[in-house]
Every structure is written in C-alpha cells, then in structure tokens.
C-alpha cells in the first residue's frame, strides 16, 4: 500500500495510527459501498486502488491486479460490516473516533490533520493526512491537508464542522481527475468541458492537475463557508432534521436546498466577484442532478452568461435564491417541526413546487 514509506516518517508513537483510521474507514465503505450505481462504484475502485498502490494518474492499471484487489477488499467489507468503529490511541491515550478536536489538539504539533464527520445518506468519513496549513478567514479556520495516510473510498474534497473548514487537496486533486477522465470518454461542450479547456491537460497532466487544485481549493472553501452560515441560520433544528430520514430522496432534496443557500450566501457572489471563469464553469459542472432538478432558473443564468458574457441574471438569480431557498429551508423544518416523518411526502411536495 502507498502509506508504508509515509507511515515510516511519522514518530513511533504514531506509527499505528494510520492503520486505525484506515480500519474505520474500511468499517463505514462494508457498510455504504453498495449505494453507488455499479458505474461509480468501479471507477471509484479503481481510483482507490491507484490510491493504495500509489500510481500516477497517467499510470494504466493492471486489468487482473485490480480485479484480485476488488474481491479482497470486497471480502475484507463482509467480515467488518458488523463491527463498530475503534478507539485511536495517541501518546498513550485512547479518543472517540468522531472526537476530531480532541485529536486534532493532539496532532497539530505533529503536523498532522484529521476529520470525522458523517456526509450524505449519514455515511461516515475519515480521514488522517498531513497539515499543508492553516488559513483564519474571518471567522472561520480552513485547514488545507497534503497526502492522505488514511481515507474511505468516497473521500469528499471539503467538510466543514462548526467553524471548522477542512480541505483535503490530495482528494480534491483526484475528483479533478476522475472528472477528467469522466468527459474524455465523450467530450462534451459542456460546462465541464469548458472548465477542463482552460487548463492544458493534453500536453501537461501533472502541472494543470496542480493548477487546477489550487485554484478549486478556494471554491470549496467558500462552499463550506457558506455551509457554516447557511447553519447559523437554520440552527440545530436541520441536523435534528435530516438525521430523522437518512438515505432517502428527502435527505438528498433538502441537502440541496442547503447547498443552494450556501452557495447563495457564499460560493456565487464571492465567484462573481473574482471573475474568473474555469471556476466559475466549474462549478455549474458540478451541479448535482437533485440541485439541477430543483433550480432550473440558475442554469438558465449560467447559460445567458456563456451566450452572451454577460453576469446580470447570475446576479439576479443569487440575490433571488438567498432569500427563496431560506424560506425553503425554515418551512421544511416547520412541516418537520409538526409531523416530522408523516410530513415527509408534503416536504418532497414543497420542494418539487418551490422549485426556482
């Protein structure tokens, strides 16, 4: 695996702690691996495998080595689905898995950074990976991590917790790639192929990976700024909430709603601003089909502004939904609020007719 020579910089008594994270990690993918479509789960397997092996990204992989890695890791999942999340032991002491402050104060001096948190469909991610540094931005402390000792197989780029910004370049730099290799198959005009054109990945894969990293690692730091706010607003009440429905439409259609707010509140002023279009491509690229569904009119934006270089209904769209999808928001958790799952067909309702 790619961590044994990291593994051996770490001081001894750290030596057994990416293997613990790694163990917790193996835990939750036994556990949520089957809800990715065959599609995204084999190609999210063989980036996982490139992870672990430590090949480049232009480096083709072995047909038959993968496939034995596949039913190894596959029966390793059957014999952990079951088990619960260990302890980590850090200089003697033992810590909660999903005590990530703690850990953390214990880590820093060690340069280290670690996240525990639970995502979509109320999976729960891990990650150990080296501290590349922090930035204070206002109120809240974003901390931009290098290569990764431990990870899960879905490894999103960017959590926030509290105030807390947590952005993991090493998977960011490897959804760019999977993207990458997602619009080669047909190579679209489309906003991905767009973004993609404004970096020189034919002639220099490395070095436009590496632009394109820096350069997205703002964006999903706004993002998860304006996650921040879009709970300040909405207080604990939506946790409490999308806890009460996990893995179901609903939890996707209101984690929608906040993504719009967030990025309504942070993400598209804050790219208006910085007028520079491979993010601004970028992130209509990756625009999931749920936040299509339920905003056509902010495509509509996007598409004006291609046509005719021209922001204003952008502008329009993002004063527009900051106020819409608060009122979403705060009327979801007032139906959640009075009938909680027996209100769960009129939240889809309001959702599907509130559409912008």
């Known amino acids: 695996m ?31 691996a089957s809800d990715f479509t065959m599609c995204v789960y084999l ?30 890791r596959e029966h390793l999942w059957e014999t ?9 032991e850090i200089d003697g002491k033992r810590y909660d898995p999903f005590d990530a402050e703690s850990i953390n104060r214990t880590l820093e001096k060690h340069q280290l950074i670690y996240s525990a948190g639970y995502g979509a469909k109320a999976k729960p991610h891990f990650y150990l990976a080296r501290l590349e540094r922090n930035i204070d931005h206002q109120a809240y402390r974003i901390h931009i991590s290098a290569e990764e000792y431990a990870r899960d197989l879905s490894a999103p780029p960017a959590m926030s917790q509290n105030s807390e910004v947590f952005i993991r370049r090493e998977s960011l730099r490897r959804m760019l790639w999977e993207r990458l290799e997602e619009w080669r198959w047909n190579r679209l005009d489309n906003a991905m192929g767009r973004a993609l054109r404004c970096y020189d990945f034919e002639n220099n894969l490395e070095d436009a990976l590496e632009r394109m990293t820096d350069t997205e690692i703002e964006t999903l730091a706004l993002h998860e700024i304006g996650e921040v706010q879009a709970g300040e607003l909405l207080g604990e009440r939506w946790r409490d909430m999308i806890d009460s429905f996990p893995r179901s439409r609903l939890e996707l259609m209101a984690r929608a709603v906040r993504d719009h707010l967030a990025d309504a509140l942070s993400t598209l002023p804050a790219l208006l601003r910085s007028a520079h279009p491979p993010s601004l491509h970028f992130y209509f690229a990756n625009l999931s089909g749920m936040r299509k569904q339920i905003y056509p009119a902010i495509l509509e934006a996007y598409r004006y502004w291609v046509e005719y270089n021209d922001t204003g209904r952008l502008e329009e769209q993002i004063n527009a939904g900051r106020e819409h999808w608060t009122q979403v928001a705060r009327a979801l958790l007032d139906l959640h609020d009075s009938r909680v799952t027996t209100a769960w067909r009129d939240m889809e309702s309001l959702i599907e007719e509130k559409q912008l």
């Open 80 to 88: 952990l689905e079951s088990k619960p999340f260990i302890p980590l």
């Open 2 to 32: 790619n961590d044994q020579p990291q593994r051996a910089s770490l001081p001894q008594q750290l030596q057994a702690l990416p293997g613990a994270v790694q163990h917790n990690c193996h835990i939750s993918d036994a556990r949520f």
């Open 43 to 72: 190609l999210k397997m063989r980036e996982y495998y490139r992870w672990e092996m430590g090949l480049d990204y232009a480096a083709k992989l072995p047909h038959d080595a993968v496939g034995e890695w596949l039913t190894q």
